[in-house]
RNA sequence: GGCCUCAUCGUCUAACGGUUAGGACAGCAGGUUCUCAUCCUGCAAAUCGGGGUUCGAUUCCCCGUGGGGCUGCCA
């Protein structure tokens, strides 16, 4: 199956835009068939110079690549595929091809209304209650007079000629069969004044050319879906599937906006979100497998995601089980792999980190406690530079360490691991060397614990005392507690 | 206003017309623990309202109500 997403570019990637991106890469994916990148700038005020590849850069991030159409290489964004060009603002020729057929075929008029004029008809209807519509002044236009003002320079655009009298009806793949009276529709401009087409007519014919077997789409397009209908037949052309997904809601239930939290996926990536943990998220919001089963690989996904499961009614985006998904696949990373992640991020701001061989070992230590990926830094700050340790810290009053008894603590701390030989220096020896200690003295294990991790690390919270100092090595484990005493 | 559309815990959702209406997030209460996390156990929490159809409606139909979308020479 032949699927496409179709952004325009006037800014970044949104996250619902992410999700219907996921839904029709998974259905392209699952049939072996091409996932098709197609760029709908036709609105030239709109449009946002940069934003293509910042879109086409949040989708590689995904993991959502494109099989045909525009893409990203070397930094450069190119088109690739037979079905070409796929960006619409280079297929104006085929645009205005297909409005003089349907001019010729009489689906289509000439008008010449101003804005103006437009808008007071509006405004009038709306005081009138009545549903604001255009009024057909242009359509009984004379066709010499037609020529005549076309000649003379005057700008019109070219608007589609509703049937009102008849009904509307098709069968979404996800919402089922859907009803429209003829009587309610607008004549829709198809090709605008400047020449560049609108949506309605840009979809259409792009989505014929390029074979496109299922057009998925926000649910806001539902109310303009019988134009399109009408469009196909009106051209000839076998109407392709549609599928209309529900909205992304803010918490108050409003589509989702800017206003009211992150939209943009370049937001959510510079938030450290995986991009495993983001897709995971939207795919389950909408659509569920039928079993409880929450966590997903994007394989999984493929194999198991079908339309049939997207929910009808709108879902409201909660950052808060987002951010769940989030550490379960921080949890769910290898070591290795975790590593990786973090590793370029640390050593932005500990450059020797990038070199340094124990840094999985390290990694490993804060990946249960790590939620997003920057944090990464700040986490493991005291691997590599000396801790600033305070007093204060080192005292605690829950785990009963007082000014008193510190220095007692720190000897016996100091003792009891220098007296481990450097070859043995891992984290079971030095668990066992101080339980004996814990055993033979009248230390608690916080009494013991506490102050050891706090010099070590200089944070009142942290990896583990034992874990942190197998991995910081003997020499500065021993270094760090003389520097306290 | 008109048209389209939607409706199960606070949120995401499950449930051949027959279930004590299930799971997950968040919340709350415990447990594990040297801190913070992780992890484990438990608790609380929903079928929008009214009619119908049926032996029996969360489920099917109708009417309300409420929400959302569209109503641009935007997409």
Not at 19 to 42: N, Q, V
Not at 89 to 109: I, M
Not at 185 to 207: E, R
Not at 432 to 453: C, F, I, N
């Amino acid at each position: 199956m032949r699927t496409r997403f179709p952004p325009s570019p006037t800014g970044f990637l949104h996250v619902g835009g992410l999700r219907t991106a996921l839904y029709s890469w998974l259905l392209a994916k699952k049939s072996g068939d091409h996932f098709i990148l197609r760029i709908e700038d036709t609105d030239q005020e709109r449009s946002v110079p940069g934003a293509v590849e910042s879109i086409v850069r949040s989708l590689a991030w995904a993991g959502l690549h494109a099989d045909e159409g525009v893409m990203l290489e070397s930094d450069h964004i190119v088109q690739r595929g037979s079905k070409g060009p796929y960006i619409q603002s280079e297929r104006l020729p085929l645009y205005k091809k297909y409005a003089d057929e349907l001019l010729k075929s009489g689906h289509a008029y000439h008008c010449f209304c101003t804005s103006k004029r437009l808008e007071q008809m509006r405004e009038e209807q709306m005081k009138a209650k009545k549903a604001p519509m255009y009024d057909r002044l242009c359509l009984s236009l004379p066709e010499d007079e037609v020529k005549r003002r076309i000649k003379a320079g005057e700008p019109y655009v070219l608007r589609m000629k509703i049937p009102r009298e008849e009904v509307i009806t098709f069968d979404d793949d996800i919402r089922g069969p859907l009803a429209f009276q003829g009587s309610v529709i607008d004549d829709q401009i198809l090709l605008k004044s400047d020449g560049f087409p609108t949506y309605h007519l840009a979809h259409v014919v792009d989505d014929h050319l390029m074979d496109i077997d299922l057009v998925m789409r926000g649910e806001e397009w539902l109310s303009s879906l019988p134009k399109h209908l009408l469009l196909f037949q009106y051209l000839g052309w076998k109407t392709p599937r549609y599928a209309h997904v529900p909205l992304l809601l803010n918490k108050d239930k409003t589509k989702l906006s800017k206003r009211q939290g992150s939209v943009a996926v370049e937001e959510y990536i510079a938030k450290g979100y995986l991009p495993e943990a983001l897709l995971n998220f939207l795919a389950l919001l909408g659509w569920n497998p039928g079993t409880t089963q929450e966590i997903f690989t994007l394989e999984e996904l493929k194999d198991q995601f079908s339309l049939e499961r997207v929910q009808n009614a709108g879902a409201i985006f909660d950052v808060e089980k987002l951010d769940w998904f989030q550490g379960q696949w921080i949890r769910r990373l290898s070591p290795e792999e975790f590593a990786a992640r973090i590793q370029p991020i640390v050593a932005g701001k500990f450059p020797s980190a990038k070199s340094d061989p124990g840094f999985t070992e390290k990694a490993t230590l804060i990946q249960d406690r790590l939620t997003f990926l920057p944090e990464a830094a700040d986490m493991l700050s005291f691997f590599y530079e000396e801790p600033d340790v305070g007093k204060d810290l080192l005292v605690s009053e829950k785990q009963k360490v007082t000014t008193e008894l510190l220095p007692t603590i720190l000897k016996h701390l100091t003792d009891t691991l220098d007296a481990i030989p450097g070859k043995d220096w891992s984290m079971t020896t030095i668990q066992t060397k101080l339980d004996q200690l814990l055993v033979s003295g009248s230390l608690k294990k916080g009494q013991l614990l506490w102050p050891l991790r706090v010099a070590l690390t200089g944070k009142p919270y942290s990896p583990g005392a034992y874990e942190t100092a197998a991995a910081l090595g003997k020499t500065k484990t021993l270094e760090r507690l003389r520097r306290v005493l």
